[in-house]
């Protein structure tokens, strides 16, 4: 178990020591005279409330059969996070959760990060097609969500026909067998937790001169993000995936690429570095439940 710890723990920092070796479209020295200590200050409230949002709602699911601390939501939040850096979508998260309850509770917990990834998902989702319809992209883009709204039309029915059918022993029944509350208040959370990231990304090109109009930025922003999370990634190349992505569409608009370069290092610093480096320590601290 040690040795465990170590390797994860060593990857994740090697992993941070990769971005930035790798990085060349960023020079360090153009970013220092953008972040002044005010507005350092603000980046870290942002990432702040993005990280106690995500771990509120898991709190919260978990809430559905047992009642945890704050500090034990962040023990599990941060902790599986740094566990599953190099696993595809982040799916090692659902079995570095399930690690903090007892085997018997192991369904359980992978259905709740489930019910919470797609609460997630949702939101961006629809933001994102809001993101296309705003934005000043070209009639092949808007092809594209058209071809989305058709799927989306023919796979509802679908699933109300599947809802009983079980796989590995989950259900969509059991997905909605959770009171309406339940899921509103995911949403809730999913959706402010959203909003907050994209407000960072928003107050990010601002500092940097992007002379954008709201409408534009925010829309390119809701499509950034869209269109980066149906791209399957192993979760430690996401700010690559999130980077190319940002440099496409912002190109399109004319922006400097250092500049678009500069403010997604800068989000992955505050929003997944700093994250990782606490959960690094809930790693090394972990007593497993299981022998």
């Known amino acids: 178990m040690v040795t465990v710890k170590l ?19 960023i020079d360090f020295n153009q970013i220092k005279g953008y972040l ?5 200050l603000i980046l870290t ?3 702040s ?5 995500e771990i509120y709602k898991w709190r919260h699911l978990v809430s559905s059969f047992k009642n945890i601390s704050f500090f034990e939501a962040m023990e599990q939040s941060l902790g599986s996070l740094t566990a599953s850096i190099f696993t595809p979508n982040r799916i090692g998260e659902y079995g570095a959760k399930a ?3 007892p085997k018997e509770n192991t369904k359980q917990i992978v259905l709740l990060n489930f019910i919470g990834n797609s609460g997630q998902m949702f939101v961006t989702t629809v933001f994102g097609l809001i993101g296309i319809l705003i934005s000043d992209f070209n009639f092949e883009i808007f092809n594209w969500f058209l071809i989305l ?3 989306v039309i023919i796979c509802l029915p679908l699933l109300y026909f599947a809802r009983n059918i079980e796989i590995y022993g989950f259900s969509i029944r059991k997905i909605i067998s959770f009171s ?8 809730r959370f ?9 407000f960072q990304f928003l107050f990010l090109l601002m500092l940097f001169d992007i002379n954008l109009d709201f409408t534009t930025a925010i829309g390119t922003i809701f499509t950034m993000y869209f269109l980066a999370s149906i791209i399957p990634t192993i979760h430690f190349l996401d700010v690559a995936v999130k980077g190319s992505v940002a440099l496409f569409l912002f190109g399109q608009l004319g922006v400097e690429d250092w500049k678009i370069a500069a403010v997604i290092s800068i989000m992955w610093v505050f929003n997944l570095v700093l994250p990782l480096l606490i959960g690094s320590v809930f790693v090394l601290n972990y007593k497993p439940l299981r022998k």
């Open 149 to 151: 709204a058709v799927i």
């Open 180 to 187: 309406f509350v339940f899921h509103r208040n995911n949403l």
């Open 36 to 40: 002044d200590l005010k507005n350092l």
């Open 190 to 198: 999913s959706i402010v937790r959203y909003l907050v990231f994209s």
């Open 7 to 25: 390797l994860t723990v060593s990857g994740a920092i090697y992993y941070i020591y990769w971005h930035f070796n790798g990085d060349k479209k």
């Open 45 to 47: 409230l942002f990432s």
């Open 99 to 101: 690690l903090y309850y």
């Open 49 to 53: 409330l993005n990280w106690v949002l």
